[in-house]
């Protein structure tokens, strides 16, 4: 049982390339949310899942698209970096609205 | 979007120390949520609390959901070289189901 796991744990991107992190879970968990950690902000949700097929806005959602096309994995892609996006990124999944999230150990970008 | 108002922002401590830290709000939460993150890690659930003035205890941890529903503290008693890292509040506001993380809290104990 891994838990939530990320990929890639560290990316370098030049500014306008495109990539995708991904998020895997094996808890079943309904409930799917990627965050970005910033110096002195603390988290900030990008885009949160409640379920298969469904996706929704979180609190910083511009310049990110997400998909979960299958319960276990949820997507996070950047179409053209941008500097200000250089960031550690987490995932987290949870059973539902209220139950605890659990984190994945996230993924470092740095764009250039 | 809000963010919870945590404090300190860093602790320098020694070891055996107590320490405390809280996080306010100017709103109403339902839930309060207590994370130790440790360096290249993502954050960890210690507590959770979700009754106004209710008090949980995890080992060397007791947290507290504030009678306004506006605060929740987090005490560590008898601090050990283990309990550094950085510490976050985060809260359920009501009527919201998204969580709204504290700026953190960065524990460091002193030889």
């Known amino acids: 049982n891994a838990g939530v796991t990320q990929t890639p744990k560290f990316r370098v991107l030049k500014t306008g390339q495109s990539m995708t992190l991904l998020c895997a879970q094996d808890?079943?968990?309904?409930?799917m949310y990627w965050y970005r950690q910033d110096p002195g902000m603390g988290l900030r949700l990008i885009h949160y899942?409640?379920?298969?097929?469904?996706?929704a806005k979180g609190e910083v959602p511009d310049g990110y698209n997400v998909s979960r096309l299958k319960k276990q994995n949820f997507l996070l892609g950047l179409e053209s970096a941008a500097p200000s996006q250089t960031s550690v990124y987490f995932c987290?999944?949870?059973?539902?609205?209220?139950?605890?999230?659990?984190f994945g150990p996230g993924t470092r970008l740095l764009v250039l | 979007g809000q963010q919870l108002n945590q404090s300190p922002q860093s602790m320098f401590i020694q070891e055996g120390e107590d320490v405390s830290m809280n996080c306010t709000s100017s709103s109403i939460f339902n839930t309060w949520l207590w994370y130790k993150q440790d360096p290249g890690e993502g954050p960890v659930l210690l507590i959770a609390l979700y009754k106004a003035g209710e008090l949980t205890s995890n080992g060397r941890l007791t947290a507290q959901f504030g009678i306004t529903r506006k605060d929740s503290f987090l005490n560590i008693s008898a601090s050990i070289p283990s309990d550094v890292g950085i510490y976050f509040c985060?809260?359920?506001?009501?009527?919201?189901?998204?969580?709204?993380f504290g700026t953190g809290t960065r524990l460091t104990i002193i030889p």
């Open positions: 985060a809260g359920q506001p009501a009527g919201n189901e998204k969580l709204t």
């Open positions: 808890m079943n968990h309904e409930y």
């Open positions: 987290a999944s949870s059973w539902g609205q209220r139950e605890t999230q659990y």
């Open positions: 899942s409640v379920g298969e097929g469904t996706t």
